[in-house]
C-alpha cells in the first residue's frame, strides 16, 4: 500500500494511537485515562480502516468508544473519589520492561521477517470494497457454530453482571 | 447486601426553575429517591403582621395584596371581613355581590395559575401555561378596569368595595364569562385525557382523607382527598348562601385528582359569577366608617374559602386605630407542611409535580 | 523496509507496541478499572494483527472469502471484549462493595 | 377588547388589494418558471449534463472528470507520489464539507429562529420579532450574546474535562451528516455501512455528556448526566432494532441503497413498517433529549441537566448540536422510511434535495410539535417503556419483518401486492402487538382512566368522606 493517502493516514493513526496508549498510562487522574483509551479505541478503529474493514472499523466505535467506555466510566463513577487517580503498583518496572520487550520483539519481528504477502496490483485487487454482506455469510455458514456460542457467551456474561451487581430486594 | 451509595444533599432552591419564588427545599437524595426532605423558608419574610400593629385597619388592606400575591382579592376580602365583625360594620347587599364576583374572579386567575404551573412543573413546555395565562389576564384586565390594579387590587375596603365597576366592566365580564366554559373545554381535551399527565400524576403525593384533616389541609387539596368541605358552603360568608354551586370532590387524593379538582372549581366559579351577574342588585357599594376605625376593645376571626384553602384572619383590637394583634392563617404554609410526608420515598420528579400540585405562594408563606 | 510502502511489518509492529502498553498497563496498575483497561488494549492490538493477516494475505487460504475468515475473528475477539468487559466491571463493583477498595494490591484473600 | 388582547388576532392584517395583485403576479411568476423548466425536464434537453441542477451530484462528475483531465498534465515525480485522481479527490471532498457544513450552519440559525417562532405560535404569543425583519436576526443576537461571555469555570471542576465535551459533542454532530442521501448522486460518504456508522457516531456522544456532567462538580449536572447516559444507552437498542428492520427490507446498510430501494419500489418504508417508524422516531427523540423525553435536561426537575455548569459558547455549542441532532434526526427518518429524496416519480420534475429537504422539514415540524405539546414522562417511565415495549415488541417486529422478506423474496407476485400484503400484515400486528402487550403489561385504560370529581352539595368532614368513598 503506497497511495499517499494510506501512508499518511497510517502514520498519524498509529501515531495517535500509541500515544494515547502511552498517554493511559501515564495519566494520574484515571478518568483522563478513560478518555485516552477512548481517543486510542478511536486512532485503531481508523487504523482498521487502512485496512479496508469497514464493518470491523465500525463496530470497534460501537463497541469500544460506545459501549465499553461507557462501562468504564461508570466503573470509575461507582468506586470512591480515592481511588480514582491510577497509582502503580510493586510490579511496575516488571510491567514496563515486559511491555517493552514485547513490542520489541513485535517490531523486530515484523521489520525483520519476510512475510508471504500481496504487495502492488495484487493487494489492489483484493481491497475489500464491501465486506459486510461476506461476513455476514460466514458467521452464518461456516462459522455458524462459534457464532451461536458467542451469543451464548454474550448472554452469559450479560446475566452474570446482572447477578453479580444486582442488589438483594428484601 | 446494600449499596455502597452514599446519600447526598440536594439543594432545590432558593434560585429554581420550580419552587415557584424563593424557596429551599434541603433534600436528602440517595440516586433519584428522596430520602427527606427539609423546608427552609423565610427568604420573603416582610414581618407583615407586625408591621400591621403599626398602622390603622384600613391601611392594612394593602398589606394583606402581598401575601398571597396571586390572590389579592380573596385576601382582602378576608381582612375586611374580620375587621368588619370586629366593628360590626353592615356591609351593603350590592357589595356584598361584587365582593363574590371578584372573589370567584380571583380563584379563576388563580387557579388558571395553579394548573399551569402544575403542568409545567410535570413538564410540558409552557404551552398550557401560556394557554391558562390568556384567560388570567383578561380577568387581570378586569381587575384593572375596575380598581387600576392588576395584581395588588386593594379593592375590598372595610364596609364595602372601593369602587363601582365601570360602565364598561359589564360587557367585559360577559364576553369572558361565556368565553370561559369553552377554555375549560379546550383545557380539559388538551390535558386531562393526556396519558402522559395521567402516567405523571395519578397515585402521585396521595394524602388520604384522614391525614390531609390530621395535618388541617384546606382547599382543593382537602377536597382532592375526598372530603366535602368548602367554607363557601359550610359557613357562608357575603351571599354565597344565595347561589346555586357545587363542591367538586375528589377520589384518590393524588395530584391528578387536585389538578381535576381545581379545574372543576373554575366551572364551578363561572356558574357563581353567572348567577352574581344575573342578581347583582343596585344601591351603595360602601358603608362609610371613619377614617381611623377604632372597634370596641375584642377579637375576631373570619375566614374565607380562598383558591388555596382556608383564609383566616384573626384581629384583636384594644380600643385603638390600630389591631393591637393581627394573625394570618395561611392556607400555603400549611399545605406546604405535609410535603415531607408526600414525597419521602419518591423520586425526584414526583417530588416536583406533588409540590406543583399543592400550589403554594411564597409571598404568604413567609409573609 | 521501505517507510513508504506499508506492509505487514508495520501495521505489526504498531500492533506489538499497542499490546506491549496494554501488557505495561495490565501488569502495573493498582487499579481494577486502569487493568481491564490495558486488557481491553491487548485485544485491540490482537485485532490489529489479524486484520492486518487477513488484508495482506491472500496466500493463506484458497476460497474467495478466505481472507476474511480474519475479520470473523475479529468480529467474536469484539463479541469477547464486551462479555469481558461487563462481566469484570461488575466484579470490580462488587469488590469494591464488599471490600471498599479496587486496589488489586490489596484485594490479596487468595494470595497463599 | 378582548380582541386587543389575542395577539394573533391582532397581529392579524386585512388582506389589500395591492397585496392580492402582488400575489397573483408572484403566482404567475412561479407558474411560468415551473412551465419552463418542465418544459426543459420533458424534452431531455437537461439530462446529464453539467447544467443539470437537479441532481448536484451531475455538475459534480462533471468536474471531477474535467480535474481528472487536468491531473494528467502534472510533472510525472508529483504523478508517482499522489496518483491520478488527486486533484479531483481533494476538489470534491472539499467542496462536499464545506457545503455540507454550511448548509448545516445556515439551517442551524434558521431553525432557532424558526422554532422559537413556531413554539410562540403554538403557546399564543409571537416568538421573536424585534432583532431584523420578523426576528430573523434573532440567533445572531443571540450567538453574539454568547460569545461575549466570562469564561467561567465552577469551583472545584476538573478544567481538562470541564472543556473536553462541548467539542467532543460537536465531532459526532458534525459526523452525522456524512452519509445523509439528498439526491441519487448527492451522498458524500456513502458507506456501505452507513447504518451501522450512524450508530457508532451517535454513541460517541454519550461519553462526552456524561464526562460533562461529571466534569462540572454539581450535583444538578451529574443527575442530567446519569439520566442522559441510562436514556441513551436504553433507546440506542431499540433505535437499533428499528433500523435492523429497515436492514432486513431493504437488503442493504448503504443509505443510498435504502432510499433507491424505497425509489424502485415506489412505497416508503414508514407505511409498511410503523411500528419502526414510530419505535426510531421515539427512540431518536429520547437520543436527542427533546419532549416527552426530555428527561435529562427537565427543567423543571433538574434545572439543565448536564449542562447546568456550561454557558457562554460552551452552552452554545451544545445548543447547536442539539437542534443540529434534531435536524439530522428528520434527515434520517425521512431516508429511512419516508422515501428520502423520493416522490413516487416526481423526483425527475422536483429536484429531490428539495423534496428531501421539503420532508425534513416536516419531521422537525413534528418535534417541534411535541415539544409545544407535551408533558414529560418520568425516568423509570421511560426506561420500562424502552425495556419492557419497545424491545419485545421489536424484537418479534424483526422476526415477522425477516419472514416477510423471504417470502417477498421468494414470491413472483407483482410489487403492488406483496409489498401492500407486507404493509397490511405489519399494521395489523403493530396494532395487535401493541394492544396485547401493553395490556399484558398491566395497563388498563377502562380504571386508571380519568376520574371526574365527584360534584357534592353538602359539606361534611371525615364521616362524610368515607361514606363518599364508600360509594363510589
Not at chain 2, 181 to 186: D, G, S, V
Request: aromatic share 10%.
Amino acid at each position: 500500500m503506497s497511495s499517499i493517502g494510506i501512508v499518511l493516514g497510517f502514520y498519524a493513526l498509529s501515531g495517535l494511537t500509541i500515544g494515547a496508549g502511552l498517554l493511559v498510562f501515564l495519566s494520574r487522574n484515571l478518568l483522563h485515562s478513560v478518555i485516552f483509551v477512548i481517543l486510542a479505541f478511536i486512532g485503531m478503529a481508523g487504523l482498521f480502516v487502512t485496512l479496508s474493514a469497514d464493518f470491523i472499523a465500525v463496530s470497534q466505535i460501537l463497541i469500544y468508544a460506545g459501549a465499553i467506555s461507557v462501562l468504564l466510566v461508570f466503573a470509575v463513577m461507582l468506586t470512591p473519589y480515592a481511588s480514582r487517580d491510577n497509582p502503580n503498583s510493586l510490579f511496575a518496572p516488571a510491567g514496563i520492561l515486559i511491555g517493552l520487550g514485547f513490542a520489541g520483539l513485535m517490531g523486530f519481528v515484523g521489520m525483520r521477517v519476510i512475510w508471504p504477502q500481496l504487495t502492488g496490483s495484487d493487494l489492489e485487487a483484493q481491497s475489500f470494497t464491501g465486506t459486510v454482506r461476506s461476513i455476514g455469510s460466514m458467521l452464518l455458514g461456516t462459522y455458524a457454530l462459534p457464532f451461536e456460542l458467542a451469543s451464548v457467551l454474550l448472554l452469559a456474561a450479560f446475566i452474570g453482571a446482572i447477578a453479580l451487581v444486582r442488589e438483594d430486594e428484601a | 447486601m446494600t449499596t455502597a451509595s452514599e446519600p447526598y444533599v440536594l439543594n432545590i432552591g432558593p434560585q429554581h426553575p420550580s419552587t415557584h419564588g424563593v424557596f429551599r427545599l434541603r433534600v436528602v437524595m440517595d440516586g433519584e429517591r428522596i430520602q427527606d426532605i427539609d423546608m427552609v423558608v423565610g427568604y420573603l419574610h416582610r414581618s407583615m403582621e407586625k408591621l400591621a400593629e403599626e398602622r390603622t385597619y384600613t391601611q392594612n388592606i394593602p398589606f394583606t395584596d402581598r401575601t398571597d400575591y396571586l390572590a389579592a382579592m380573596s385576601n382582602n376580602l378576608g381582612y375586611c371581613l374580620a375587621v368588619e365583625r370586629l366593628a360590626d360594620v353592615e356591609v351593603p347587599e350590592r357589595a356584598s355581590y361584587l365582593r363574590v364576583i371578584f372573589a370567584e374572579l380571583q380563584r379563576l386567575a388563580s387557579h388558571s395559575m395553579a394548573n399551569g404551573t402544575f403542568i409545567n412543573d410535570a413538564g410540558a413546555w409552557q404551552t398550557p401555561l401560556m394557554y391558562m395565562f390568556r384567560e388570567r389576564e383578561k380577568i387581570l384586565d378586569l381587575f384593572e378596569m375596575t380598581c387600576g390594579a392588576r395584581l395588588t387590587t386593594n379593592y375590598m375596603r372595610i364596609g364595602g368595595v372601593a369602587f363601582d365597576p365601570p360602565p364598561e366592566f359589564y360587557p367585559a365580564i360577559e364576553s369572558l364569562i361565556d368565553e370561559m366554559p369553552t377554555r375549560i373545554a379546550e383545557y380539559t381535551e388538551l390535558l386531562v385525557d393526556n396519558e402522559i399527565l395521567i402516567a405523571r400524576a395519578r397515585g402521585i403525593g396521595v394524602l388520604t382523607a384522614a391525614e390531609a384533616i390530621n395535618g388541617s389541609i384546606t382547599g382543593p387539596m382537602l377536597r382532592a382527598s375526598g372530603v366535602p368541605w368548602d367554607l363557601r358552603k359550610a359557613e357562608p360568608y357575603c351571599a354565597y348562601d344565595q347561589f346555586d354551586f357545587e363542591i367538586p370532590v375528589g377520589h384518590t387524593g393524588d395530584c391528578y385528582d387536585r389538578f381535576m379538582v381545581r379545574l372543576e372549581e373554575m366551572r364551578q366559579s363561572v356558574r357563581i359569577i353567572r348567577q352574581a351577574l344575573d342578581g347583582l342588585p343596585s344601591g351603595p357599594h360602601k358603608t362609610e366608617i371613619p377614617l381611623a376605625l377604632r372597634p370596641a376593645p375584642g377579637e375576631a376571626y373570619a375566614r374565607v374559602e380562598g383558591p388555596r384553602g382556608e383564609l383566616g384572619f384573626y384581629v384583636v383590637s384594644d380600643g385603638g386605630p390600630a389591631p393591637a394583634r393581627f394573625h394570618i392563617r395561611a392556607p400555603s404554609l400549611i399545605n406546604l407542611s405535609l410535603l415531607r410526608q408526600m414525597a419521602v420515598g419518591a423520586a425526584l420528579p414526583d417530588a416536583i409535580v406533588t409540590l406543583g400540585s399543592t400550589d403554594i405562594v411564597v409571598g404568604e408563606i413567609d409573609r | 523496509m521501505n517507510p513508504l510502502v506499508i506492509g505487514i511489518g508495520h501495521y505489526l509492529a504498531v500492533s506489538g507496541a499497542v499490546f506491549g502498553i496494554g501488557i505495561a498497563i495490565a501488569l502495573s496498575k493498582r487499579n481494577a478499572i486502569a487493568v481491564l483497561m490495558g486488557i481491553e488494549l491487548m485485544l485491540n492490538a490482537v485485532n490489529l494483527a489479524f486484520l492486518t493477516f487477513s488484508r495482506f494475505g491472500s496466500a493463506f487460504g484458497s476460497e474467495p472469502t478466505a481472507p476474511l475468515a480474519g475479520h470473523v475473528f475479529v468480529v467474536f475477539v469484539l463479541t469477547v471484549a464486551a462479555a469481558e468487559a461487563a462481566a469484570a466491571l461488575a466484579m470490580a463493583v462488587l469488590v469494591y462493595r464488599r471490600r471498599e477498595t479496587v486496589d488489586l494490591d490489596r484485594i490479596n484473600l487468595m494470595r497463599w | 377588547m378582548t380582541a386587543a388582547l389575542d395577539p394573533i388576532r391582532a397581529a392579524r392584517v386585512p388582506l389589500t388589494g395591492a397585496k392580492l395583485v402582488i400575489g397573483v403576479i408572484a403566482l404567475v411568476i412561479l407558474a411560468g418558471i415551473a412551465g419552463g423548466v418542465g418544459f426543459l425536464v420533458v424534452s431531455g434537453a437537461l439530462d446529464g449534463h453539467w447544467y443539470d441542477l437537479r441532481d448536484l451530484g451531475i455538475p459534480i462528475a462533471h468536474l471531477r472528470g474535467w480535474l481528472d483531465e487536468q491531473n494528467k498534465a502534472q510533472p510525472a515525480q508529483l504523478h508517482d507520489l499522489l496518483g491520478d485522481h488527486w486533484i479531483s479527490y481533494l476538489t470534491t471532498a472539499l467542496i462536499g464539507a464545506i457545503g455540507i457544513l454550511s448548509f448545516v450552519g445556515g439551517v442551524l440559525l434558521v431553525l432557532i429562529w424558526v422554532e422559537r417562532r413556531l413554539i410562540g405560535r403554538i403557546q399564543v404569543r409571537r416568538g421573536p420579532n424585534r432583532v431584523g425583519p420578523y426576528g430573523l436576526l434573532q440567533p445572531v443576537a443571540d450567538a453574539i450574546k454568547l460569545i461575549q461571555k466570562e469564561v467561567l469555570i465552577p469551583n472545584g471542576a476538573d478544567r481538562f474535562l470541564f472543556f473536553l465535551p462541548p467539542i467532543l459533542v460537536f465531532i459526532p454532530g458534525l459526523l452525522v451528516w456524512g452519509p445523509v442521501p439528498w439526491a441519487p448522486n448527492m451522498n458524500y460518504l456513502d458507506l456501505n455501512v452507513g447504518v451501522l456508522y450512524l450508530i457508532a457516531i451517535s454513541s460517541l456522544a454519550t461519553i462526552a455528556i456524561f464526562i460533562a456532567g461529571w466534569s462540572s462538580n454539581n450535583h444538578y449536572a451529574l443527575l442530567g448526566a446519569m439520566r442522559t447516559v441510562a436514556m441513551m444507552i436504553s433507546y440506542e437498542i431499540p433505535l437499533s432494532m428499528a433500523l435492523v428492520a429497515v436492514v432486513l427490507m431493504t437488503g442493504s446498510m448503504q443509505l443510498s441503497q435504502i432510499v433507491q430501494w424505497q425509489a424502485d419500489h415506489n412505497v416508503w418504508l414508514g407505511a409498511l413498517m410503523p411500528l419502526a417508524l414510530f419505535t426510531f422516531f421515539f427512540s431518536s427523540t429520547a437520543e436527542l433529549n427533546r419532549t416527552p423525553n426530555d428527561i435529562a435536561e427537565a427543567e423543571s426537575e433538574i434545572v439543565a441537566g448536564f449542562r447546568t455548569e456550561y454557558f457562554g459558547m460552551k452552552f452554545g455549542l451544545f445548543y447547536a448540536v442539539e437542534l443540529g441532532n434534531a435536524v439530522a434526526v428528520g434527515a434520517f427518518v425521512t431516508a429511512f422510511f419516508l422515501g428520502g429524496w423520493s416522490l413516487f416519480g416526481l423526483e425527475q420534475w422536483i429536484p429531490p434535495y428539495l423534496i428531501f429537504a421539503v420532508k425534513v422539514s416536516s419531521v422537525y415540524f413534528v418535534l417541534v410539535w411535541l415539544r409545544g405539546t407535551l408533558p414529560r414522562f418520568r425516568l423509570d417511565q421511560l426506561m420500562a417503556f424502552a425495556w419492557k415495549y419497545l424491545i419485545p415488541i421489536n424484537l418479534a417486529n424483526t422476526v415477522l419483518v425477516a419472514i416477510e422478506v423471504t417470502a417477498f423474496n421468494h414470491s413472483s407476485l407483482p410489487g403492488v401486492v406483496s409489498l401492500g400484503a407486507i404493509g397490511v400484515v405489519n399494521l395489523v400486528f403493530t396494532v395487535w402487538v401493541a394492544r396485547r402487550w401493553a395490556r399484558f403489561l398491566g395497563y388498563r385504560p377502562e380504571t386508571e382512566h380519568v376520574l371526574h370529581p365527584s360534584l357534592q352539595t353538602q359539606v361534611g368532614g371525615l364521616r362524610a368522606a368515607e361514606r363518599l368513598r364508600a360509594s363510589s
